[in-house]
Nanobody, 124 residues
Framework: VQLQAFGGGLVQAGGSLRLSCAAS????????VGWFRRHPGKEREFVAA????????NYADSVKGRFTISRDNAENTVYLQMNSLKPEDTAAYYC??????????????????WGQGTQVTVSS
């Protein structure tokens, strides 16, 4: 599975962005997908994840109520809708796919495939 994340950009605080994670491979629908982010000089942190079917989701407390993860298996794409953005959301965002039985987990070590990052910058 190859993943490509895109949709990042510069937005003012309070604004919205939608990130997309496009995948190659017919088995993509078997994978849970997660979004992670890395602030400059900090460790990678979990943002959100979705099960292979889309029926189960998981969010970091810091984004709950503002971000929504969804997927379209027919299009091999996972989305991260980000609303009410804050300057502290500024980071490089990465998507990853996991075949683990753990489902939409926040533990980055169980993700098998990673895309390149897309930069999100929120100005105050």
């Amino acid at each position: 599975v190859q993943l490509q994340a895109f949709g990042g950009g510069l937005v003012q605080a309070g604004g919205s962005l939608r990130l997309s994670c496009a995948a190659s491979g017919r088995t993509f629908r078997r994978y849970a997908v997660g979004w992670f982010r890395r602030h400059p000089g900090k460790e990678r942190e979990f943002v959100a994840a979705i099960s292979w079917s889309g029926g189960s989701t998981n969010y970091a407390d810091s984004v709950k109520g503002r971000f929504t993860i969804s997927r379209d298996n027919a299009e091999n794409t996972v989305y991260l809708q980000m609303n009410s953005l804050k300057p502290e959301d500024t980071a490089a965002y990465y998507c990853a796919a996991s075949s683990s039985q753990m489902g939409p987990t926040r533990f980055h070590s169980v993700y098998d495939y990673w895309g390149q990052g897309t930069q999100v910058t929120v100005s105050s």
